[in-house]
C-alpha cells in the first residue's frame, strides 16, 4: 500500500518513532501515550499525533499506543517488515564509516554489497564484504538490492546514480553535495553534510 | 539579530538557496525570479517565496531576486556572513570524511581543530591538521571555536557534547545515532545516516 499526500518530513520522523518503540517494547514496556513518547524524543505530542494519522492513526484516546503495534505498523508503512538490502558505492573514508555503521541493522536494513573504482579496494574484505569492481553493478537486478549509497566524489555522483537505476535501483541515499537528476520513479534523498554545518551558526546568539 | 518563529525546515533550505546563488553570481547573472530558482533546485516557487518572506523578503514583483543581494542576505541570516569556526571530534573514517570533505568553504565554515582520544591519531596532520588530544578540549573557548562536530562512537558521544559545551561551544553537528542532552541555550542537529536509510524503502514501490 502506498499512502498519498504524505510530507517526506513526516516519513523522516517515523523512523524515530520505530526506534524508540522498538527500545520501549525490548524494555517490556506494553503502552505509550504520545505525551511520553513526545517527551522522550524532543517533539510534541500533537507532531506525533498528526504525523501517525496520516496512516489512520492506530492509538486509542486516553491510553495510548500499543507497543507492539506501533513497531509493526510503522514497519509496515516504511517497508521495514521484510529485510531491506542496498549497495554501497564508494569505500573512501565516508564508505567506510558506513559500512561500520552500527544503526542499520535495527531497521532490519543490510548493507548487502560494496563496490569501488580503485583496482587496489577490489577482493579486499570492509566489514565482512569483499569490496567488488564498480564495473559490475549491473549485477545488483538479479541479487535483488534494490536501494543504493552513493559515497563517490562529487563529480562522478551522476555517473553512478545512472548505473544504478540501470541496474534496477528504485531509492538512493547519495552523500555527494551535489543535485542528481533522475526519473520521476526513483527517490533520492541527499545528506550534504555542509549544509547541514552552514545552518549551524544561525543558532549561535551573537556576543 | 535573531528571527523568531522561523521553522527550522526553512533555516535547512537556505543553505541550498545560497549555494545556488553563489554559483549564478560567479556565472555572472544578475537576477533570478523565484520561479528558475525553484526550477534548478527542485522545490516550488511558494516554498522559496515563503520561506525569504520570514526575514521580509527581498525580491522585487515580476523581476525577481537581485542575486547579489541574495548572496549577502542569506549570509547575514544565517550568521555566515564571517568565517566561522568549528572542532571535530573523532578522526575516524567518518571524522576523516568530514576534514577532507570540500564543501565546507563554500560557505565560509572553517573546521579549524580536530581532537581525537587515539593517542596514535594525536599529533598526526590530517587534512592540514594537527590531530589533538581530545583533554585539550577546553581549549576551544580562548581559541574562537564555537560550534563543535561529533563523529565519535555513540557511547561517547554525551561525554564528548558535555566537555564541548563546557568549553563554549554553542552549536552541535552530531553523526552519532543518539539524542544528546544539552541546555536550552544550544542547538544540536543529530544526522542519523541509518534513520536516512530507513526512509528510503517507503519509496520503492511494491512489485
Redesign the interface.
Known amino acids: 500500500?502506498?499512502y498519498y499526500r504524505v510530507p517526506d518530513?513526516t516519513?523522516?520522523r517515523?523512523?524515530?518513532y520505530?526506534?524508540r518503540a522498538i527500545r520501549l517494547s525490548e524494555g517490556q514496556v506494553k503502552c505509550v501515550s504520545s505525551k511520553e513518547l513526545a517527551s522522550l524524543?524532543?517533539v510534541t505530542p500533537w507532531q506525533i499525533r498528526k504525523d501517525l494519522s496520516y496512516f489512520g492513526g492506530f492509538g486509542t484516546r486516553g491510553v495510548g499506543y500499543n507497543v507492539e503495534n506501533l513497531v509493526s505498523h510503522i514497519r509496515e508503512?516504511?517497508?521495514?517488515d521484510v529485510v531491506?538490502k542496498?549497495a554501497l558505492v564508494g569505500v573512501?573514508?565516508?564508505g567506510?564509516?558506513?559500512l561500520?555503521?552500527?544503526?542499520?541493522r535495527?531497521?532490519w536494513?543490510e548493507i548487502a554489497a560494496a563496490f569501488d573504482i580503485d583496482k587496489r579496494k577490489v577482493g579486499k574484505k570492509r566489514n565482512g564484504l569483499v569490496v567488488e569492481d564498480v564495473a559490475l553493478l549491473g549485477t545488483l537486478k538479479e541479487r535483488r538490492i534494490?536501494?543504493g549509497?552513493i559515497a563517490v566524489p562529487?563529480d562522478a555522483a551522476q555517473n553512478i546514480a545512472d548505473d544504478l537505476i540501470k541496474a534496477g535501483v528504485?531509492?538512493?541515499?547519495n552523500f555527494a553535495?551535489r543535485?542528481i537528476e533522475v526519473p520521476k520513479?526513483v527517490?533520492v534523498?541527499t545528506?550534504?553534510?555542509?549544509?547541514?554545518?552552514?545552518?549551524?551558526?544561525?543558532?549561535?546568539?551573537?556576543k
Open positions: 500500500m502506498r518530513e516519513i523522516k517515523l523512523p524515530i520505530l526506534r524524543l524532543g508503512i516504511l517497508r521495514l531491506r542496498a573512501g573514508n565516508l567506510s564509516a558506513i561500520a555503521f552500527p544503526g542499520f535495527s531497521y536494513l534494490d536501494m549509497i562529487d528504485k531509492a538512493i541515499l553535495p543535485y520513479r527517490k534523498i545528506i550534504d553534510i555542509a549544509l547541514y554545518l552552514a545552518c549551524l551558526p544561525y543558532y549561535v546568539p551573537s
